[in-house]
C-alpha cells in the first residue's frame, strides 16, 4: 500500500493511491505521504498540473481506513486535512481521473481536484451518516459550493450511492469517460493547462481555492465541534461495529 509519484514528461505529475486489497483507503501513513507529496509539488516549479487516481478498476479511493491505525486528535485533524487538501489555497491545479468508486473521504479528496472525469462503472456517495461518522473532509462546507444545496444535502442526508452519469448532470464530475480513454484524457487535460501560463494559472487557481479555503476555514472550530459530539454519542460504536462487520446498522 502506498502513495506513487510519476512524471509525464516535464510539467506533468501523476499520483496514485494505491491500497487495493482495502478500495484503496488510505491509512495514516498513507495520509501523511500524500500531504508530502502535496508540499513537494507545489515547491517543485517545474510541476505545472497534476493527475491524481486510483489503482485498479475497483476504486479511485474509499476515503481514510477506518478499519486500521487512525484514531482522534489534533495531529490527525491536521494531517487529513492537509492529505485532502481541506482548508488549502493550493496552486497546481489537479484533475482527477475517477477511475473506481468515489465515496466518503475519497469523494472529499475529489472535491479538491478542478476538473474531473469518472469511468462509466464508477459509484459516488457520501455514506458516513449511515455508519454515524460526521464528514469531516470538507464536503459539508465544499459540496454546497459546487453542485448546489439540495444536491448537497441529497448526498450528505441519504448516503445513497449515484452513478457516473448522475454525478455528472450534477456537475460532481466534468464527464463521462471510457475506462481505457479515462488516464489519456486527464493527461491531455494536464498538457492543455501545462502549455498555458503558469504565472497566470497559478494565480488564477490560488484565488479561487482561496475564496473555498476562507469559507471553510470559517467554518471549522463548529465542524470539529459537531464532529466530536456524533464521535462521543451514542449510536458512534454502533455504526462503525455495523461498517466492520458488513451489515446494516440498528440504532435506538
Not at 508530502?36 to 507545489?42: A, C, K, P, S, Y
Not at 480513454?181 to 502549455?195: F, K, V
Not at 470539529?224 to 451489515?247: I, N, T
Request: some cysteine.
Amino acid at each position: 500500500m502506498e502513495i506513487r509519484l510519476a512524471r509525464h514528461g516535464r510539467h506533468i505529475a501523476i499520483i496514485t493511491i494505491d491500497n487495493q486489497q482495502r478500495l484503496n483507503a488510505m491509512t495514516r501513513t498513507m495520509l501523511a505521504e500524500l500531504g508530502r507529496l502535496w508540499d513537494e509539488l507545489e515547491r517543485d516549479g517545474s510541476c505545472r498540473a497534476i493527475v491524481l487516481t486510483g489503482a485498479g478498476t475497483r476504486a479511485f479511493t474509499v476515503g481514510a481506513d477506518i478499519a486500521g491505525d487512525l484514531s482522534a486528535g489534533p495531529e490527525i485533524t491536521r494531517m487529513v486535512n492537509h492529505a485532502l487538501l481541506k482548508t488549502d489555497a493550493y496552486p497546481k491545479p489537479i484533475i482527477a481521473a475517477v477511475n473506481g468508486d468515489c465515496v466518503g473521504g475519497g469523494l472529499e479528496l475529489m472535491l479538491a481536484s478542478d476538473i474531473r472525469a469518472a469511468a462509466p462503472e464508477v459509484r459516488f456517495g457520501l455514506t458516513e451518516v449511515k455508519w454515524s461518522i460526521y464528514p469531516f473532509g470538507g464536503s459539508t462546507t465544499k459540496l454546497v459550493q459546487q453542485i448546489g444545496y439540495v444536491h448537497a444535502m441529497d448526498l450528505l442526508l441519504t448516503a445513497r450511492l449515484i452513478d457516473a452519469e448522475e454525478a455528472a448532470r450534477l456537475g460532481l464530475v466534468n464527464r463521462v469517460v471510457a475506462r481505457d480513454q479515462l488516464m489519456g484524457w486527464a493527461i491531455e487535460t494536464a498538457e492543455r493547462i501545462a502549455a498555458n501560463s503558469p504565472s497566470a494559472v497559478q494565480a488564477v487557481k490560488r484565488q479561487v481555492t482561496a475564496t473555498t479555503a476562507d469559507h471553510v476555514l470559517a467554518r471549522e472550530e463548529q465542524e470539529q465541534e459537531l464532529g466530536d459530539e456524533v464521535r462521543s454519542g451514542p449510536h458512534f460504536a454502533e455504526g462503525v461495529a455495523a461498517f466492520r462487520e458488513k451489515r446494516q446498522p440498528r440504532y435506538e
